[in-house]
């Protein structure tokens, strides 16, 4: 059989950019080499040098997270400070009209308003109403105090006596009514007019 030429090609050199034999000789060669030491000795250096950089990155992020923590933690406090004094004022207060009075109840420890049937818990900021059932905010438990004195309302209207006008003017309309056609849509025609 006939033997015939193959090229062993080239071997790249990441440190030294640079094409080597592809051989074991020359490989060895070149690793031994002063020029081959010396890059990779500087690869091994930036390397070290980009590692050093990132940690000290990381630590001055970690550092000036640690100080916007604390900033809000602060910020925090002194929020809900503001919020439960505010609360306590609001509901302890009396309004210009003088409708809201409450009354310290020392067995619960909550505050009670008989204008609105309203208690009130200084420690949470909470409302509660029999009528809600539960512990709200200020401005749910007001909510469900204008509703249900408007529905009281409502009621009321319902039941005072009609005066004597407005009572014989509902009798004319209930005759008007009876001698119409019956309410809702009708298909039959002896019905329409």
């Given amino acids: 059989m006939t033997e015939y030429w193959v090229s062993q090609g080239n071997k790249w ?13 020359s490989i060895r060669n070149h ?16 390397m ?37 004094e505010a609360s306590s004022l ?17 067995t619960s420890g909550y505050y009670y308003n008989q204008s609105n049937g309203l208690h009130y818990d200084p420690n949470s900021g ?13 401005e749910e438990a007001y909510a469900a105090v204008q509703i249900s004195s ?14 004597a006008s407005a009572a014989s003017s509902v009798k004319e309309n209930k005759v008007t009514a009876q001698s119409g056609p019956p309410p809702g849509p009708c298909s039959f025609s002896f019905f329409k007019s």
């Fill in 126 to 138: 909470f409302y509660y109403s029999d009528a809600i059932g539960k512990w709200v905010t200020q």
């Fill in 150 to 163: 408007s529905s009281k309302n409502k009621e009321s209207i319902f039941k005072k006596p009609l005066p």
């Fill in 90 to 106: 609001r509901a302890l207060d009396i309004e210009e009209d003088g409708q809201e009075k409450w009354d310290y109840d020392s």
């Fill in 48 to 84: 070290r040098k980009d590692n050093v950089a990132k940690e000290k990155q990381q630590k001055e992020a970690a550092r000036a997270l640690e100080q916007i923590e604390a900033k809000a933690n602060r910020s925090y406090q002194k929020d809900v400070a503001n919020l439960k």
């Fill in 31 to 46: 690793e031994l080499g002063q020029r081959h030491k010396d890059n990779v000795a500087k690869k091994l250096d930036t």
């Fill in 13 to 25: 050199c990441d440190f030294c950019k640079i094409f080597i034999s592809n051989n074991p000789t």
